[in-house]
């Protein structure tokens, strides 16, 4: 059967279509670019927050409304997991729906396949190959009790992959030429906890560094405050393939609405900051916030403003607060109301608008790797070719780009001089067009006595 599968939402949906994928390759079936190729067309969809919900129906209700009568439509993940009533009545007809983790079932049911993991063929082409940039889901669920989040209803409890399971996915990844790796999960750094085993990222790192000397970039996203410890920042440190890099989902800088939230405080949150600082002074802070949270007042959110100017983030992410079913917070009667929060998102936005362009500006001068991921190069405003990449400062499809002058071919690994920077982009020229060793690098704390 020829199949198209469209994943929506985060990371760590692509990473779930990834395993889709096997499953449905081990009964021998073909994916297709194009939806009208397919027989079977298949939707991973997002049910975080309302506009990921509206997202995720309006695709399913387009492909529902251009399919052929024979073909067969599945809609799976977390929309269908707290929601698949509220999605039938929007599209009736949708053939079978499917919850999260369901890769298995979905494949059983179009054809028997082999539910035991392997290193797949690097040829097979799945999902991900050939890109330079690849997702390792260390652990799913969550067993935090954020009073605004839907997750542990969507995912359930927090459950860690095996570390072996892990390692073979790195050197499968490895083995068909990524260069960089993304450790996504709900909270990365409880990995291992619901095995009695905490603090195991630093040693699953280690590991990981080891089994793929040859990926020279292994990021890590959503780590939880207050749970990174003077260990894991050391480790980072130490390891020559872990980039200076640490996504950390703060929420809010209010004491008051973090209380609300039933998130860690900002003690503590400061604590896990200084952490990464000390042990890695060129480290790279990515965080999220929510604005308009029930009850949020006025003064509250100039404490946000306050606390972000304060920590001078390289990167800010932001939600309004939107009501989850199922979840405390929905039932709070004080709600802020849309226009109000939208108007904290834009001041917000603005702000870490301004602190992203300073820190882009405190790159000029400095020599960094630049991964190309374009295909093909633009063209410049002179009509020179410009490929486009990232430095190890910012996280695929989240953060900003580097403008690369010349023509690199996808997944090269290009020294540059960042010769100007832009709100979010940096633009660069080559030092040496020649690809960069993982294995010749010297570590980071080498390299800081170089420097």
């Known amino acids: 059967m020829r199949y198209h599968l469209l994943t929506l939402g985060c990371a760590k949906n692509t990473v779930d279509s990834m395993r889709l994928e096997q499953a449905l390759r081990g009964g021998r079936h073909v994916a297709v670019a194009v939806p009208a190729e397919a027989d079977l067309l298949v939707v991973n969809t997002c049910g975080f927050i309302d506009a990921a919900k509206d997202e995720s129906i309006q695709v399913v209700r387009e492909l529902q409304a251009t399919r052929r009568?024979?073909?067969?439509?599945?809609v799976v993940g977390c929309l269908t997991q707290i929601a698949r009533d509220e999605l039938l009545a929007a599209v009736p007809g949708v053939d079978a729906t499917y919850g999260v983790e369901a890769w298995d079932a979905i494949a059983a049911d179009v054809g028997a396949a082999s539910a035991t993991f392997d290193i797949p063929d690097p040829g097979a082409g799945l999902l991900g190959s050939g890109a330079p940039s690849a997702y390792l889901k260390i652990s799913d669920g969550c067993d935090r009790p954020?009073?605004?989040?839907?997750i542990p209803t969507i995912k359930g409890r927090m459950h860690s992959m095996e570390a072996d399971r892990l390692l073979a996915e790195a050197r499968w990844h490895a083995a068909t030429g990524v260069k960089e790796l993304v450790l996504v999960a709900q909270d990365s750094t409880a990995y291992g906890?619901?095995?009695?085993?905490?603090?195991?990222?630093?040693?699953?790192?280690?590991?990981?560094?080891?089994?793929?000397?040859?990926?020279?970039?292994?990021?890590?996203?959503?780590?939880?405050?207050g749970r990174v410890t003077a260990r894991l920042a050391e480790t980072m440190a130490s390891l020559p393939n872990v980039v200076p890099y640490v996504d950390m989902p703060l929420q809010h800088g209010s004491d008051a609405?973090?209380?609300?939230?039933?998130?860690?405080?900002?003690?503590?949150?400061?604590?896990?900051?200084?952490?990464?600082?000390?042990?890695?002074?060129d480290v790279t802070l990515r965080?999220?916030?929510?604005?308009?949270?029930?009850?949020?007042?006025?003064?509250?959110?100039?404490?946000?403003?306050?606390?972000?100017?304060?920590?001078?983030?390289?990167?800010?992410?932001?939600?309004?607060?939107?009501?989850?079913?199922?979840?405390?917070?929905?039932?709070?009667?004080?709600?802020?109301?849309?226009?109000?929060?939208?108007?904290?998102?834009?001041?917000?936005m603005e702000l870490g608008q301004?602190?992203?362009?300073?820190?882009?500006?405190?790159?000029?001068?400095?020599?960094?790797?630049?991964?190309?991921e374009s295909r093909e190069p633009t063209t410049s405003r002179g009509g020179g070719p410009v490929s486009i990449g990232r430095t190890q400062r910012d996280a695929p499809e989240v953060d900003g780009l580097a403008l690369l002058k010349g023509s690199f071919p996808a997944g090269a690994l290009v020294r540059a001089?960042?010769?100007?920077?832009?709100?979010?982009?940096?633009?660069?020229?080559?030092?040496?067009?020649?690809?960069?060793?993982?294995?010749?690098?010297?570590?980071?704390?080498?390299?800081?006595?170089?420097?």
Not at 304 to 326: C, K, N, W
Not at 356 to 372: C, F, H, I, M, T
Not at 430 to 445: D, I
Request: aromatic share 8%; glycine share 4%; charged share 30%.
């Open 193 to 225: 906890e619901d095995q009695d085993a905490p603090d195991s990222l630093a040693p699953l790192l280690e590991q990981l560094s080891a089994a793929v000397p040859e990926v020279p970039w292994i990021r890590l996203m959503y780590a939880y405050p």
């Open 354 to 372: 301004r602190l992203s362009l300073e820190a882009n500006r405190a790159q000029v001068g400095r020599e960094l790797d630049v991964l190309v």
């Open 287 to 348: 965080t999220t916030f929510i604005v308009g949270f029930p009850g949020e007042t006025e003064d509250e959110f100039r404490e946000l403003l306050e606390f972000v100017e304060a920590e001078r983030f390289d990167h800010i992410g932001a939600f309004t607060y939107s009501p989850q079913p199922g979840t405390p917070a929905a039932l709070e009667s004080d709600q802020v109301p849309t226009a109000v929060k939208e108007e904290r998102y834009a001041r917000l």
């Open 417 to 451: 001089r960042v010769d100007g920077a832009l709100h979010y982009d940096l633009m660069c020229s080559p030092v040496e067009p020649v690809e960069v060793s993982a294995t010749t690098r010297p570590s980071r704390r080498a390299r800081r006595r170089i420097r």
């Open 257 to 281: 609405v973090l209380r609300r939230m039933k998130r860690p405080s900002l003690r503590v949150a400061r604590r896990s900051l200084d952490l990464l600082r000390t042990a890695m002074p």
């Open 69 to 74: 009568p024979d073909q067969r439509l599945y």
């Open 146 to 150: 954020c009073t605004f989040c839907i």
